[in-house]
């Protein structure tokens, strides 16, 4: 199993922990008698850019020739697409016999631009706990017929097969997976150089219970993304396995939509403080906005809680209904407002996503959202600011009538933002990364009625405030404060600094 390298330079934190899918498909290999594993992490292989891509791929395939493999399994996301695909071409061009499998949410999104692209024998799509180890057991005699499983048939008309979706695994099958084999992944020194806390990836839910977001992976047809939750006995045995084996005091969880259920989130948050002392562990989780129950945020900072993600995407309550959100009733932008507030009172710090540039999106929808993060700054959010690239496969790339207002662009170019594709990755890759521009979400961009200069200006305005609200953050010092009882109170006194900042901003845009 090989995972492909996604920045191209040495570990740091917070974004480099000890990967998760690899250890999970070691384990679930192993339980269903799949013998003789080997994993490498080419993540932590490669330090530096200054070699062309040439240079990484022999690297690459001298240490995965060096385990002989049978079959070779890659998982990769839309930012490691180009290098497994190249790795892949070239593993098999010189190692014809060797099966060659990929995974992940790039094949799933996109399963016939995997394969022809990486030119691999077979991809899988959505969860691969079922059908990679059926798969692996039957490569040799070319038995292709899995549910899940897109391929090319052999003979003189190649053509795309693509086999129904998979079943999930059920919420009491989830239960029945075994831990993620860490130990057989490299020391965890290599993730995290000098790092006081230790920090492990957990999945306590797969799925998400919405699945109308245009933009999201979750909106494909390609597998099914519905909601389910492992049990939270089952959550919090995996997290003091962490503890008492790797001394893990940080989970991050990986979930798409955390605590989705509220009688599942009591239940978990009353595990938590029953097996681990209060600031034993702390985790981090990505939660809608109406999962969150404002009386319930007393419990989740006692369970460890500490950061919240929430993917709200716009100030236009108009632009909710488009991108497909489906919030309750009850939420609006006020709501969140005070939500907010509360968060930050409770210790819990709240980081708030948004996003540009999507269909039908107006000058005025941008300036609510403008004004809405202020409002969200000043009670002390930071944010998370995103450029809007479609994905393949997403009900946004395949509606026609949004098709036809995609176009192409350098999003890192034009608006210095690159969720995809590093610099790094972009110098290793030179001129052949042109092979995956019409596959590559950073090489797509939504048009929208702005022209693309006063769009220009309003992200960097966000951009400002998203910069500005650090520091007030910082002011409110949520995470050094002591267990006693005391509510921290947004500090008022910085609204007119900040609104000064925000009218110079302005003034210089204009």
């Known amino acids: ?17 000890p990967t ?32 062309g891509v040439g240079h990484f791929l022999a690297k690459a395939e001298e240490l995965v020739e060096k385990t002989r493999p049978d079959v070779i399994g890659l998982s990769c996301k839309a930012a490691q697409f180009p290098f497994a695909a190249l ?17 992940g949410w790039m094949p799933t999104l996109a399963p016939d631009s995997t394969l022809r692209l990486s030119e691999c024998d077979a991809v899988i799509r959505g969860e691969g706990d079922r059908s990679l180890p059926k798969l692996i057991q039957k490569i040799d005699d070319e038995q292709w017929g899995i549910n899940g499983v897109s391929y090319v048939s052999q003979g003189k008309q190649q053509k795309i097969i693509h086999n129904p979706n998979s079943r999930v695994l059920t919420r009491e099958e989830l239960d029945t997976l075994p831990l993620p084999r860490y130990d057989v992944l490299p020391s965890l020194e290599r993730y995290q150089p000098g790092r006081v806390k230790p920090c492990f990836s957990v999945q306590a839910s797969r799925g998400c219970s919405n699945h109308s977001c245009i933009f999201c992976w979750n909106s494909t047809k390609n597998c099914d993304t519905s909601w389910r939750a492992r049990s939270p006995e089952r959550v919090v045995e995996e ?9 893990t005091q940080v989970i991050f969880f990986t979930d ?35 999962s969150v129950n404002k009386e319930a945020l007393k419990d989740l900072y006692e369970s460890g809680m500490r950061t919240i993600f929430h993917g709200i995407e716009s100030g236009s309550q108009r632009c909710w ?28 710090s709240p980081i708030c996503s948004f996003i540009v540039a999507f269909p039908e999106q107006t000058e005025n929808d941008l300036d609510q959202t403008i004004s809405f993060c202020e409002e969200l700054a000043i009670r002390g959010s930071i944010f998370s600011l995103q450029v809007l690239a479609p994905n393949e ?50 090489f797509r961009f939504v048009k929208t009625a702005i022209p693309i200069d006063q769009l220009k200006r309003k992200y960097n305005i966000l951009g400002e405030i998203c910069s500005y609200s650090g520091a007030i953050r910082r ?25 000064k900042v925000i009218d110079k901003v302005r003034r210089w845009f204009r």
């Open 87 to 103: 790795f892949s071409r070239k593993y098999k061009q010189s190692h014809p016999e060797t099966k060659i499998i990929m995974g």
């Open 475 to 499: 002011k409110f010092k949520v995470d050094t404060l002591s267990r006693d009882g005391r509510y921290l109170k947004p500090d008022r006194a910085s609204r007119s600094r900040f609104n």
């Open 393 to 442: 496969g997403t009900a946004l790339f395949d509606v026609e009538r949004y098709r036809s207002m995609i176009q192409s662009y350098d999003l890192f170019k034009e608006f210095n933002e690159s969720e995809n594709l590093s610099p790094e990755l972009r110098t290793v890759l030179g001129d052949k990364i042109h092979e995956f521009v019409g596959y590559l979400p950073d």
């Open 321 to 348: 209904n488009y991108l497909g959100k489906n919030y309750k009733p009850y939420v609006t932008k006020q709501y969140i407002l005070d939500l907010i507030e509360r968060e930050v009172q409770h210790r819990i």
């Open 239 to 247: 997290i003091r396995h962490l503890v008492n084996k790797y001394g």
């Open 20 to 51: 998760l899918v690899l250890a999970h498909l070691y384990a679930v290999l192993e339980k269903a008698g799949v013998c003789d594993l080997d994993v490498i992490d080419l993540d932590l292989e490669f330090d530096h850019c200054d070699e």
């Open 1 to 17: 199993m090989v995972y492909p390298p996604y920045h191209f330079k040495p570990p740091v934190w917070p974004f480099s922990r």
């Open 256 to 290: 798409d939509s955390f605590g989705a259920e509220e009688e599942w989130l009591k239940k978990f948050t009353s595990q938590m403080k029953t097996e681990f002392a209060f600031g034993e562990v702390d985790y981090v989780a990505s939660m809608r906005v109406d």
